[in-house]
């Protein structure tokens, strides 16, 4: 069937990267953690003095982005 030895190699190489795409596909299915938590910065604003930034910036500009809702 293979009689020429090129094709044989060509077969070989083939399956070998079968194989390996294979291995790597199922090591990279982690299980994901079952819980995410999310600790405030220190540098975070607050969201009252959020919202009254968002007022003082937004004046005049599109209603697109940030500023939408706030550009009254």
Do not use: D, I, W
């Amino acid at each position: 069937m293979f009689r020429n030895p090129l094709r044989l190699g060509a077969v070989a190489l083939v399956a070998a990267l079968a194989a390996a795409t294979l291995h790597a596909a199922e090591s990279s299915a982690r299980k994901l953690p079952s819980k995410v938590t999310f600790h405030k910065s220190t540098s975070e604003e607050a969201p009252a003095a959020r919202e009254k930034r968002l007022l003082r910036e937004c004046k005049g500009r599109p209603n697109a982005g940030m500023c939408a809702g706030y550009t009254r």
